[in-house]
């Protein structure tokens, strides 16, 4: 008989801080190697948001912040845990600005790095990352006063 994939939902945000007029973007580096942005497992009671920020101060340190309410995105993957059970995992993604640059990463990462958004292009390992914060950056383009950061 064939396994059913497993469900998992986390949530996750789009991190940026103004650095000088210059948007810069968290990119954490993950154990295993790979760079992404902070995300985790949505817990029982919890909503999407909720779990985001949640695990944006866990991952970072970074409590201080504001939250854009007008973007919210959904990104879904599969993936293979170990002894081979598909995964299919829905991750919501929020953008969030960080009013302070002092990250302070959890045991889950080794590294963290604040980047321009080319630089982010070129660091984040998985193309729905890439996804993310180029449409981060549209949004944040179309706000009033940002035209040109």
Known sequence: MAQRRIEERSAGAVLFYNDNGVR??????????????PK?????GE????????ELIEETGIRNFKVYDGY???IEYYYKRRGGRLVHKT?????VEALSSDVKISSEHV???????????KLATFKNTRNL?????????????????
């Not at 810069?24 to 190697?33: A, I, N, Q, V």
């Not at 590294?111 to 292009?121: G, N, S």
């Not at 914060?133 to 950061?149: C, D, F, Q, R, V």
Request: net charge negative.
């Open 24 to 37: 810069k973007y968290l990119l954490l580096r993950h154990r295993k190697g790979h760079w992404d942005l």
């Open 72 to 74: 919210e995105e959904v």
């Open 111 to 121: 590294d963290y790095r604040w980047v321009d958004f080319d630089d982010a292009m």
């Open 47 to 54: 909503r999407p948001r909720e779990t985001a920020l949640r």
């Open 91 to 95: 991750v919501v993604f929020y953008l």
């Open 133 to 149: 914060i180029s449409k981060a950056e549209e949004y944040l383009g179309t706000m009033p006063g940002n035209e040109h950061g």
């Open 40 to 44: 985790g497992n949505i817990e029982p």
